[in-house]
């Protein structure tokens, strides 16, 4: 996989929480999508992130945590409008390693 470093600006997310092993992230990306349509927020105008938070070959399989996110616009949505496991955050600007990835989320283990 390619990966590249970008500098990315602090950015509205909302995002689902999935704890256990990085391939199964596509269970919190399946909540993820109905519940955008479900607050009115456009998921087509949305960038799709997945944001993966510790190291596979330090923290145990079941224990490793990642969300899957969509940007937010100008929608106004506050601090308690988020349900079913979702949250709003906003994560910093600064630099971020990135690497695109579409398909099954069975290939995520080569995306390093």
């Not at 989320?105 to 995306?111: I, V, Y």
Request: charged share 25%; aromatic share 4%.
């Amino acid at each position: 996989m390619q990966v590249e470093v970008v500098e990315r600006e602090e950015t509205r997310i909302l995002a689902v929480r999935h704890i256990g092993p990085y391939p199964g992230i596509g269970t919190a990306f399946e909540r993820l999508g109905p519940l955008l349509g479900k607050l009115g927020l456009d998921a087509g105008g949305a960038q799709w992130l997945g944001i993966f938070h510790d190291d596979p070959r330090v923290v145990p399989a079941d224990e490793l945590r990642s969300d899957a996110c969509a940007t937010l616009g100008t929608e106004a949505l506050d601090s308690s409008t988020p349900e079913e496991g979702a949250r709003l955050d906003t994560p910093p600007g600064g630099r971020y390693a990135m690497t695109p990835h579409s398909g099954a989320d069975d290939g995520l283990p080569d995306a390093r």
